[in-house]
């Protein structure tokens, strides 16, 4: 017989304790390790192997998959404060390495994962579902990283958030193959790979143009008329419906649609911020008209009377307009999500990857050392990824190469210069005292023009490629010299925090790798036990999703104590140039 209802029951104490415990050692975790490395998730993964059945089984199953629902309701807010932090002019411009990025992000891994069949005498169809699992970027690792580091609104933060986008949307498609592939490749076919591709291009590239044609007129029209509008249109809790019902719209609609749940929480942030700067253009585009005619229409104030007091009591100043807050999707966020999402859901989401770790069968001997291996080849085929930031302008490429081709032809004037110098001592020698009393000093050829002193120098340097602009460096200062070394190095920081941050993989990654296990496409293995395949496949999905955060946390470390030296050094006369360079802007 069906309960008419759920009966209320008390608590008891001991899972008060455990919860409350969980919840206080999650969140003081991560500040310390954020403290110290801004790599507080990693505690917090930790907290959660502990904590749930791959430790002490502190928790039950029903709490771990409460915890695990409210931790994924916390990634997609996390994925949509990542779109609302987007900078749309910013993605516009770096998409095409964002997308060259995100390739080999996806193609470096799969082909490197096929050594599989090698190292744990794989089927090429495990080896395609290891590859699946390793291919994906954690996206609440990445936003997390990016966001402690107050580096997600940089450019080198949009070029990897959207790769990083990309590559999940990229993995969540796997996540569709691997579930219509059984245990054998019979069930292998086209429309098994291609439609979810195809469902997840065509929602974006849809949304898109409903944005372009569909909501930009409506938007203009409700912009131009928004005088007209109900007041409470303009209030903190009306732009709150409004932007949580195109999230969950947006959501919902991509779920049943058979795409990615977190790509369009992200669509949903970016069109939030869309939105945004076109009702601040518009706001401004009003203002600029009202404040001309105020300045080229002065009142005729009675002598003795303030100005501002001529004007009214219903006078207020800019000055005090100015500190009304502006209703946008960041304010809402920050007003009525943040809170909430980083105390409770996204620790809950970090620790929740923590319980999908199986610890306790991963140290056998074969499998450690193997797992080590496919990580280290998983966390070279991400770092490949930051060699689209290895490289040099082109205008320092052209002034290298009009260095080298200078070089032998300094090298030949200036053989020439010593070899007709000779006669010319020997003459001057021979001079008589009166002919020397001809001549003009040295001292007035450097001073008659500006454009004498360059050759002057040329004339006095002593041998070999002296005439070459490398000599020419040696003879500056010490100081100015010295002060140029560290940019070859600085230039290799967003090269590598962009590589490292794309290492890290996490929830999509235990995703495919339990949906394989699962559907028997890693073998068929001991009743309560894992297959070898998916242990290894683990180590190197947890080994990523360990190194790339500590990595990232330690590099940003350095680069922020350079950028306050060089701001310091900004202050005492020095450079003052960005360690991250156009990247950090």
Not at 296 to 319: C, K, L, M, N, W
Not at 495 to 524: K, P, W
Request: overall charge neutral; hydrophobic content about 45%; charged content about 10%.
């Amino acid at each position: 017989m069906a309960e008419s209802a759920f009966a209320y029951h008390e608590p008891s104490i001991l899972t008060i304790l455990n919860q409350t415990g969980l919840l206080l050692v999650l969140n003081l975790v991560n500040t310390c390790l954020d403290k110290l490395l801004y790599c507080g998730l990693i505690g917090q993964l930790f907290i959660g192997i502990l904590w749930g059945t791959p430790g002490a089984k502190w928790l039950d199953r029903g709490t771990e998959i409460v915890i695990q629902q409210l931790g994924y309701l916390g990634l997609i807010m996390l994925v949509y404060e990542g779109g609302l932090s987007t900078s749309l002019s910013s993605l516009r411009a770096n998409m095409c390495l964002s997308l060259a990025v995100a390739f080999t992000g996806i193609a470096v891994p799969m082909a490197l994962s096929f050594i599989l069949m090698e190292l744990v005498s794989t089927t090429p169809l495990q080896a395609f579902a290891a590859g699946a699992a390793l291919t994906a970027t954690s996206l609440g690792t990445t936003f997390t990283i990016l966001s402690t580091t107050e580096l997600i609104t940089t450019r080198l933060g949009t070029v990897t958030t959207s790769a990083a986008m990309l590559d999940d949307v990229v993995g969540l498609v796997m996540v569709q193959i691997i579930s219509n592939l059984g245990g054998s490749g019979d069930a292998f076919s086209a429309v098994t790979v291609v439609r979810p591709l195809f469902v997840s291009v065509g929602f974006g590239v849809g949304v898109v143009l409903v944005c372009r044609f569909v909501a930009r007129p409506i938007l203009l029209c409700l912009l131009a008329s928004q005088k007209e509008l109900p007041q409470f249109t303009r209030t903190p809790q009306f732009a709150f419906l409004g932007y949580t019902a195109l999230l969950v719209g947006l959501v919902a609609g991509a779920t049943y649609a058979g795409t990615s749940s977190l790509f369009a929480a992200y669509l949903a942030g970016v069109i939030t911020s869309w939105f945004d700067s076109h009702v601040h253009s518009t706001e401004d585009s009003a203002i600029e008209p009202q404040s001309a005619n105020e300045t080229s229409a002065p009142q005729q104030v009675e002598p003795g009377i303030h100005q501002d007091a001529a004007r009214g009591p219903s006078y207020t100043p800019s000055t005090q307009a100015n500190h009304e807050p502006k209703v946008t999707g960041t304010y809402v966020y920050e007003h009525y999500y943040h809170s909430p999402v980083n105390r409770i859901l996204i620790p809950m989401f970090f620790a929740s990857i923590g319980f999908a770790i199986p610890i306790t069968e991963m140290f056998e001997g074969s499998i450690v050392w193997r797992g080590f291996v496919y990580a280290i080849l998983m966390t070279f085929g991400k770092m490949c990824t930051g060699l689209w930031l290895v490289r040099f302008s082109p205008l320092s490429g052209m002034t290298s190469l009009v260095r080298i081709l200078k070089a032998p032809y300094g090298y030949a004037r200036t053989c020439l210069r010593r070899q007709s110098s000779q006669p010319n001592r020997e003459k001057g020698q021979r001079q008589t005292p009166s002919q020397e009393s001809t001549q003009v000093p040295a001292t007035s050829l450097t001073t008659d023009s500006n454009t004498e002193l360059p050759n002057q120098l040329d004339l006095t340097t002593d041998s070999g490629a002296a005439s070459t602009p490398d000599a020419r460096d040696q003879t500056r200062p010490v100081t100015s010299s010295t002060s140029s070394l560290p940019q070859a190095p600085r230039s290799l920081y967003p090269a590598s925090i962009l590589s490292l941050a794309m290492v890290a993989r996490g929830e999509i990654g235990y995703l495919i790798a339990s949906l394989a296990e699962s559907n028997g496409i890693f073998g068929v293995a001991a009743e309560g036990s894992s297959s070898e395949t998916y242990l290894i496949v683990v180590w190197a999905i947890s080994l990523c999703t360990l190194v790339g955060p500590v990595c990232v946390g330690t590099l940003v470390k350095r680069v922020k104590a350079l950028q306050k030296e060089e701001r310091n050094g900004a202050g005492r006369g020095g450079s003052g140039r960005d360690p991250l360079g156009v990247w950090g802007i």
